[in-house]
């Protein structure tokens, strides 16, 4: 490995410098068009639910708008009331608990994705929870009237 590294010339580093540079460069753009294409789509979901389902954060939310982990957002709707009772009285925070609580509100994307995501993001997963109870009224500051 000395032996290489004597070898190198200023010319041969500057010229794998700039093959990095370029390829970092290239890493940049598809991530700025990917980050697009992602605000893109959250646009169209936002207008689309907002015609199909009313208005957004009190029937439905829009969760992950900023990509965490890449897997797109994800689209809830208000559900069944007995589902929230069920929810906050179990002590439970397991994934599979999040999902048995939010997957029949998920919107978007279909199903058993939603379940992957909350699978392999459980963090995610409690972003979806919180925006679910927020549908159903506990919105901080919003009952203390701040």
Not at 37 to 44: G, P, V
Not at 64 to 78: A, C, R
Request: charged share 35%; glycine share 8%; proline share 5%.
């Amino acid at each position: 490995m000395a032996n290489e590294e004597a070898k190198t010339t200023p010319e041969s580093r500057e010229a794998r410098r700039a093959e990095l540079v370029a390829k970092q460069a290239a890493r940049e753009k598809e991530l700025e068009e990917r980050e697009e294409a992602h605000r893109d789509l959250c646009l169209e979901l936002v207008d689309k639910y907002s015609g199909d389902l009313g208005v957004r954060g009190e029937s439905w939310d829009l969760v992950n708008e900023l990509n965490v982990g890449g897997v797109g957002p994800i689209i809830i709707k208000e559900g069944d009331p007995t589902k929230y009772k069920k929810w906050s009285s179990s002590p439970g925070l397991a994934p599979e608990d999040v999902a048995a609580y939010v997957l029949d509100s998920v919107v978007y994307p279909e199903r058993r994705e939603a379940a992957d995501i909350i699978h392999r993001k459980p963090i995610l997963g409690l972003e979806v929870v919180t925006a679910l109870n927020g549908l159903f009224g506990a919105k901080e500051g919003k009952l203390r009237g701040k």
